[in-house]
C-alpha cells in the first residue's frame, strides 16, 4: 500500500460487507475483460459499463469514509442511560465561560447571514430581547445559536478563535431554517441540546426527534430524560416535579442559555407540546 491510499481492510470487517462484495465484483470482472477476448462486442460493452459503474461507486464510498466529520460516520443509533443524559444536561446548564467584545456581533456574517448575539447590550442597542451575557464577565449556561451543536468544549474553543457567542431566534430564521445557520457563531438551540444529551450523530430538528421517539400518553409516566416537544418550535427536557399534584414540572431546555425552568404542564398541552420518550434511552 502506498502512502495516503485509504486502508480498504479495516473497514472490510467480514467477506459479506457490501463494499467487500463491490472489490470482488470488480476484481472478477477484470479478470474476465482479460480472459473472455472471444466474446462479442456488445457484451463486451456491457461488461466494461458494469465494471465502470462499480468502480465509480467504490471511489465514492471511499471519498465519503474519508472525507465525513468523526459525527457523521458514527453509525448506529445512540443508547444512553438516563443518568447519562441527565449529567451532560447538566454540563450544558452549569458551563461557566467569559467573552470579550470580539466575540459580539450583530449584523451579518461573513457569508452575508445576519447574526445577533445574546449579549445584554444588545437588548438595548439592537432590541434583543433574549439579550443577557456580559463582557469580561463569567457567564453561566451555553447560549442559544439557531441551528447550534456545539459541546461546551467546542463552544469555548469557538470563543478564543473570536466566533460570536450565540446567535438570537427571529421569525426569520424560522422561515429560512438552516439556510440562517451562521458558521461563525457557536451555541446551542433547543433540539440540538436535545439530541447531545440523547448523543444522537448530528442535530435533529423539533420536526425529527419525534420519528426517534414512542409517545407517553400520560404524564405521571414521564422519567428523566423525556421530552415535551412542539413541532417545528420548540423542546424541553423533563428532570422531575417541582410539584406533580400541581402540574408544575421541571425542564432542562435552551431559550435565551440553557437552563433549568419550571413549567405547567397543562399549559404546555394545550400550547402543543407532546411528551415523547427516546427509543435507545436505558434505565
Known amino acids: ?20 462484495v463491490l472489490c470482488s465484483l470488480v476484481l472478477d470482472a477484470s479478470v474476465s475483460l482479460r480472459q473472455k477476448r472471444s466474446m462479442n462486442a456488445r457484451n463486451r460493452n456491457l461488461l466494461i459499463a458494469a465494471v465502470v459503474v462499480t468502480a465509480g461507486i467504490l471511489a465514492f464510498v471511499v471519498w465519503e469514509n474519508r472525507h465525513h466529520s468523526p459525527l457523521d460516520s458514527s453509525a448506529g443509533p445512540s443508547a444512553p442511560t438516563r443518568s447519562e443524559a441527565m449529567a451532560l444536561a447538566e454540563q450544558y446548564v452549569n458551563h461557566s465561560w467569559t467573552a470579550g467584545a470580539a466575540n459580539i456581533h450583530h449584523g451579518k456574517d461573513p457569508k452575508g447571514i445576519p447574526v445577533n448575539t445574546l ?23 451555553l447560549p442559544y445559536k439557531w441551528g447550534g451543536f456545539d459541546t461546551p468544549e467546542s463552544f469555548d474553543a469557538g470563543l478564543r478563535e473570536g466566533k460570536y457567542a450565540g446567535d438570537a431566534y427571529s421569525s426569520e430564521k424560522r422561515r429560512l431554517l438552516d439556510l440562517s445557520v451562521s458558521e461563525s457563531a457557536v451555541g446551542i438551540d433547543c433540539s440540538g441540546f436535545i439530541s447531545r ?20 400518553p400520560d404524564p405521571a409516566q414521564l422519567r428523566p430524560g423525556d421530552i415535551l416537544n412542539r413541532n417545528n418550535n420548540h423542546v424541553r427536557m423533563f428532570v422531575g416535579w417541582e410539584d406533580q399534584s400541581a402540574g408544575l414540572a421541571i425542564f432542562y431546555e435552551a431559550s435565551a442559555r440553557v437552563h433549568r425552568k419550571v413549567h405547567d404542564i397543562d399549559e404546555m398541552f394545550r400550547e402543543g407540546y407532546q411528551a415523547w420518550r427516546y427509543r435507545g434511552m436505558r434505565d
Open 119 to 141: 449579549d445584554a447590550a444588545g437588548k438595548e442597542t439592537h432590541g434583543i430581547e433574549t439579550g443577557w451575557w456580559l463582557v469580561g464577565e463569567t457567564n453561566v449556561g
Open 197 to 216: 444529551c440523547w448523543q444522537l450523530s448530528r442535530s435533529y430538528s423539533t420536526r425529527e426527534l419525534p420519528d426517534l421517539c414512542e409517545p407517553v
Open 1 to 20: 500500500m502506498q502512502a495516503g491510499e485509504p486502508d480498504l481492510t479495516i473497514r472490510f470487517q467480514d467477506s459479506f460487507h457490501p463494499l467487500a
